[in-house]
T-cell receptor, first 114, second 120 residues
């Protein structure tokens, strides 16, 4: 049981390049989330999904797109990377079921945009 | 909108001693959840403890316990018998499970974090 995994762990992009971050969970969770963490701040929600085929905007969605084609995967896309998107990105998933209010996090992806 | 405030940017404690991290929050909701997450240098977010707002009893998990004061909107974390492995950033977080169109979703609102250093 791997829990929540994220690919890649670290990436360097040039301004204007695009990339996709992959989140996968093997806990059969319905809900998945993408957060970003910046220095001196807590995590902020970018986008989330309440089930396969559905996505919604969080607090800071601008510059990002997401897709949830399969229940176990949640993709975060940057179409044209900007230096302001330099951050650590975390994926999380949760329930339903026992302790369905608890979010379980992946190990994070560190992204540097030059 | 909910806000979560951690007023202590940094704390330090000697090994085996007790330390308390503070957290206050602002919400008009009555039913919600509160969490403490730990983020060691590895950056992994690890759940430390959770509290349901409708429960008056404070949650405990081994050396970790909370002091939940609902009326004061305060949710502090006490770490007893501190260990070197407790050195980490600690985040307080709030969640209200909302129902929209028959589907519930949860949004975690995080505080700014407190860096805890345990000294030998």
């Amino acid at each position: 049981n791997a829990g929540v995994t994220q690919t890649p762990k670290f990436r360097v992009l040039k301004t204007g390049q695009s990339m996709t971050l992959l989140c996968a969970q093997d806990m059969n969770h319905e809900y998945m989330y993408w957060y970003r963490q910046d220095p001196g701040m807590g995590l902020r929600l970018i986008h989330y999904s309440v089930g396969e085929g559905t996505t919604a905007k969080g607090e800071v969605p601008d510059g990002y797109n997401v897709s949830r084609l399969k229940k176990q995967n949640f993709l975060l896309g940057l179409e044209s990377a900007a230096p302001s998107q330099t951050s650590v990105y975390f994926c999380a998933s949760r329930g339903p079921g026992l302790r369905q209010e608890t979010q379980y996090f992946g190990p994070g992806t560190r992204l540097l945009v030059l | 909108a909910q806000t979560v405030t951690q007023s202590q940017p940094e704390m330090s404690v000697q090994e085996a001693e007790t330390v308390t991290l503070s957290c206050t929050y602002d919400t008009s909701e009555n039913n919600y959840y509160l969490f403490w997450y730990k983020q060691p240098p590895s950056r992994q977010m690890i759940l430390v403890i959770r509290q349901e707002a409708y429960k008056q009893q404070n949650a405990t998990e081994n050396r970790f316990s909370v002091n939940f004061q609902k009326a004061a909107k305060s949710f502090s974390l006490k770490i007893s018998d501190s260990q070197l492995g407790d050195t980490a950033m600690y985040f307080c977080a709030f969640m209200k499970l909302r129902v929209a169109g028959g589907t519930s979703y949860g949004k975690l609102t995080f505080g700014q974090g407190t860096i805890l250093t345990v000294h030998p």
